[in-house]
């Protein structure tokens, strides 16, 4: 092929530029130190993320747990929100793990949407719900999961989706930031700090929310077993990491870092008040009822 002559590459510069100018943001951080993306309101096309996911025929996994008196309170918001917004143009299986599965709430679900229910066993300790988490998605993704579907995203039960969370969220492996820590400074990241667990650290690059993480099946597997794995190597010292899973989550990214990284637009608190740089709202934290379920 003809090399181009010097005014039809400005022009091809101009036309890079330009729509780079259109897909950038110079307030915030958009991509890591090892490259891999931010994703912020304004940095990405969401139809060419979307046309590449339906031509790859891609295939979402997404797992809550709900169990005790969490059903009841979150996992009917949670579905029927994810209808909405949630990879709308892909198909996407919903799996539903609960201690009562006959009190799954029925929601009317789009074409290519389904939607399965898991029977696991409550636990004592709420700590234990959270932290087994982290084992049971490993097994499903061994058992089920690799067969079907390519992507698998987690995701706490108590929030509520209000804005596009589409397929630009998928990636090899893909962390969130923690809406409450995104301005702090690293030594005020909640990491755990106690030197004989397995999910110490000292120092790190970003505090991740558990609230939310995803990937392929192959990197979710490795996330999952590794967190499972420190969680038991605590549990034979009798200890506990600072904040569970999500210390060991931040462990994992902090050795194995994320391929993608989404912006606390993926996972907003309103308690925060208004940010500047927070565009739009994609999921909100529910409320928080402490007081009747913490009991
Ligand atoms: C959790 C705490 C206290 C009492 C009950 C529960 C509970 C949690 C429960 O009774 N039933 C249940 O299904 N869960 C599941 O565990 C549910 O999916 C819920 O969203 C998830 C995590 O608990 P949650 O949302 O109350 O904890 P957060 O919002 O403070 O979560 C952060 O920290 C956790 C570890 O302490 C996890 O890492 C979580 O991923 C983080 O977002
Ligand atoms: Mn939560």
Known sequence: KCPLNYNEKL?????LDSSLDLWSRVDVQTCTKWGAPIMWEGTFD???????HIQKRTSVALTVFAIGRYLEVYLKEFLKSAEQYFMVELPVTYYIFTDIPEFVPKVKLMKQRHMKVIQVKNQKRWQDI????MKTIADFIESHIQHWHQYIFCFDVDQVFVGRFGSEALGETVGLLHAFYYRSHVKDYTYDRNPESAAYMVTGDFYYHAAIFGGTWQGV???TE??????????????????HDESHLNKYFWLHKPSKVLSPEYCWSTIIGFRFDIRVHRLLWATKFYDILRT
Do not use: T, V, Y
Not at 226 to 243: R, S, T, V
């Open 11 to 15: 022009k091809s510069q101009n036309e």
């Open 46 to 52: 969401p139809g060419d993320f979307d046309r590449h």
């Open 130 to 133: 959270s932290m087994l988490r």
């Open 221 to 223: 597997k490795n996330i």
């Open 226 to 243: 590794f967190c499972h794995q420190g969680i038991m190597k605590d549990k034979e010292k009798n200890i506990e990491a600072l904040w």
